[in-house]
């Protein structure tokens, strides 16, 4: 599809907005000039045109397919401030434009967030809050970014959990990351590395990288006088380690970020098949505070379909274990759209872990990532409809409820099943900080490990800066050096 813009800088955010109607399309930018003439306009093309004249921006979008024609014209106050809130009321303009236009093209997509595309909705409803009061965030919500009145009340009864834990950053607050990129098996929708213990993916090399590079975070750390608050061990499963490699890495970073016995500290234990009560003994006296241990479903025949090497009742197991060795905050996760499942797979999964007690869960919307083998192999998989999908999320939310959780964190992903969420739910005394922190990019995060992305929010005009780490393996260790440099300039600004 072409698309015909005079806003070349706005491309991937009009892109975005057409891939919530037109999931697969490949869209080619032709910028607009006097020469181009959309009369008589043969095959697929979109148009978005934006104007202002010094009171309001106005944005004209045409949609041609198939020899009809849809277009949709609409307008907002001009706000000048500053460059960036002018770029800001520039983008929504056009974007509210082109999803209106093919939302007349496509009346049928069922999108609960309406033209919102980014991944955290809870921010945009706190600064909308914050700038226009909370009626005027509502209406905002409801009418200019149609979001519906059911999914602004998920959005605002968030935020309203998440106060406390914003409210409580100091002005050296941060956090640490601590990332383990590989699995013992590849999940069919998971894009990780699976393969361990190669020449490729050599552990003890990988592992004597992690801990230079902790240390140097570390020492930066101390240097600017940062405190951390919350410190996350995840992956990949971290669980994939030997209980001795588990006892090395984390005495390393608590010992070189000193952390103490207020830190909240959280490793994602993850499968059942990398879980051991000698690994978990070490985690707990490590002083971690929080692990999960998730299932995904609890239907074995799905467990098997995905390739997760376990079954439901080994998740009983090690639930079981975990407790009996003295853990007392434990997420466990399910996702919502899995091949071959519905309603009554999600409510089977609910009802099992109500047994269990958990005391926060995640329930996740299936993202097809587009290095999955599930998105190779999309042609040959069934997976449940949009309404399905919804139904399957409402019964996690009603498990949540059931178990006297609260839903504290959300984000949204790309490729997302019915353009959904995944949202967190906790029991009102085990919220999890750091998922607040990152989720809300609200505090800086030191991350270490390949893949992992360190960002520096600057506490005054919602700067946010980062430094990404290789997702390769041995140009992560290669770059170490030169990474780190990176992170401390960004840090010395």
Not at 230 to 259: D, F, K, M, N, Q
């Amino acid at each position: 599809m072409r698309l015909l813009t005079d806003r070349a800088d706005f491309f991937n955010d009009i892109s975005e907005e057409i891939r919530l109607f037109l999931p697969s399309a490949e869209l080619e930018l032709t910028e607009a000039s006097p020469d181009v003439d959309l009369d008589g306009t043969d095959g697929e093309l979109i148009s978005a045109m934006l104007s202002n004249d010094g009171t309001s921006f106005r944005a004209e979008t045409r949609y041609f397919r198939d020899g009809a024609e849809y277009s949709y014209v609409y307008e907002t106050p001009y706000r000048s401030e500053t460059r960036l809130i002018e770029k800001r009321y520039a983008k929504r303009c056009i974007k509210v434009s082109v999803f209106r236009c093919l939302r007349q093209a496509y009346p049928q997509a069922r999108l609960p967030w309406g033209s919102l595309t980014g991944i955290r909705p809870t921010r945009l409803w706190r600064e909308l809050a914050a700038s226009e009061g909370r009626d005027g965030a509502e209406r905002l919500m409801l009418s200019e970014f149609d979001v519906t009145a059911e999914k602004l009340r998920l959005a605002a009864e968030i935020s309203d959990a998440q106060m406390p834990v914003l409210s409580s950053i100091g002005p050296r607050d941060a956090d640490v990351y601590i990332g383990i990129p590989f699995c013992r098996t590849r999940c069919l929708y998971c894009s990780f590395a699976s393969q361990l213990r190669t020449k490729k993916t050599d552990m003890g090399a990988y592992l004597a990288a992690l801990e230079r590079d902790i240390t140097h975070g570390a020492a930066m750390a101390r240097e600017h006088g940062l405190r951390i608050r919350a410190l996350y061990l995840g992956g990949g499963t971290p669980t994939v380690l030997t209980a001795g490699e588990l006892e090395r890495l984390i005495s390393h970073a608590v010992r070189e970020y000193g952390i103490n016995s207020g830190t909240e500290f959280t490793v994602e234990a993850g499968r059942p098949d990398t879980i051991t009560e000698e690994k978990l003994r070490v985690i707990r006296d490590m002083g971690v505070t929080r692990i999960s241990i998730n299932p995904q479903t609890m239907c074995d025949a799905t467990l098997k379909s995905v390739g997760r090497d376990h079954t439901s009742s080994d998740i009983v197991d090690c639930f079981n274990m975990a407790r009996r060795l003295g853990f007392d905050c434990i997420n466990m996760d399910l996702i919502a759209g899995l091949p071959g499942e519905d309603a009554a797979s999600m409510q089977h999964s609910i009802d099992e872990l109500l047994k269990l007690d958990p005391d926060c869960l995640t329930v996740h919307t299936l993202a097809v990532k587009r290095s999955s083998r599930l998105h190779e192999h999309l042609d040959e998989i069934t997976l449940p409809d949009v309404s399905e999908v919804e139904a399957m999320t409402a019964i996690g939310a009603e498990g949540a409820r059931r178990l006297g959780m609260i839903p504290y964190y959300m984000y949204r992903q790309k490729y997302m099943a019915g353009n959904m969420e995944n949202v967190g739910y906790s029991k009102p005394d085990r919220i999890c900080i750091y998922n607040i922190d990152m989720m809300e990019d609200a505090l800086s995060i030191i991350a270490h490990g390949a893949g992992a992305m360190t960002k520096r929010v600057f506490q005054s005009g919602g700067r946010i800066e980062r430094v990404p780490n290789p997702k390769d393996i041995s140009t992560y260790i290669a770059k170490l050096d030169a990474t780190n440099e990176a992170r401390i300039r960004l840090w010395n600004e």
